[in-house]
């Protein structure tokens, strides 16, 4: 059959983390388009949203017996099963989130989910647009040795004109599209570089 010789290029699966619980929330807004934009636009990359809001605060008191509560046990599985993270993260007081740190720490729990996998961040909000939140996540994400890409960076000033989400906190503004665009394609071409370095 024609072409049946040719390597399948294969499915990246991309596992997308907000900081904020906020439903209408700007960052979780940037995850919607990246999803869309994997779907409209990017062949060979697909993004799933995990949400974080179920997980219980860490306490191993709730580790019984080597288990961890259920609704952790299902989310380190969906983060295993991923080749790459996407975290949407928001600043708070200099830093990101409790709910994504209660998520990275749960994650965390021997065997480390997070280990020798590659990540990108994005980030919206007031003045640096979330940036010291990214700066801070990075430091974490070296003890986890996650790996993060290094560019481009997108820090998404919210509050500036013109309107970048509408009131549903969606994402309208096309040059920041095209921008969060160019994250998720540095991405792809980073984890397939990582999976071919650790594929030898």
């Not at 099963?81 to 996407?86: H, P, Q, S, T, Y």
């Not at 007081?93 to 994650?107: C, E, M, Q, R, V």
């Not at 040795?145 to 997108?154: A, Q, T, V």
């Amino acid at each position: 059959m024609e072409g049946a010789g040719l390597a399948m290029k294969p499915v990246i699966k991309v596992a997308a983390l907000c900081g904020s619980l906020r439903r209408a929330s700007f960052n979780r807004g940037l995850i919607r388009s990246a999803i869309q934009l994997c779907d409209e636009s990017i062949e060979g990359m697909k993004i799933e949203y995990v949400d974080i809001a179920p997980l219980p605060f860490l306490n191993t008191d709730l580790e019984v017996d080597g288990k961890f509560p259920a609704p952790v046990e299902a989310f380190r599985q969906r983060i295993r099963g991923a080749d790459a993270f996407l975290f949407a993260s928001p600043e708070y007081n200099y830093s990101f989130t409790g709910p994504l740190k209660n998520a990275i720490d749960w994650a965390s729990r021997a065997p480390n989910a997070w280990a020798d996998k590659p990540a990108a961040i994005v980030s919206a909000g007031g003045n640096f647009g979330g940036g010291r939140s990214q700066y801070h996540l990075r430091q974490v994400g070296v003890f986890l040795d996650l790996h993060f890409i290094n560019k481009p960076e997108l820090f998404v000033q919210a509050f500036q004109p013109p309107s970048k989400f509408d009131s549903d906190g969606n994402l309208i503004d096309p040059e920041i599209r095209e921008r969060l665009k160019q994250v998720l394609l540095s991405l792809q071409a980073f984890t397939l570089r990582l999976q071919n370095q650790f594929d030898k």
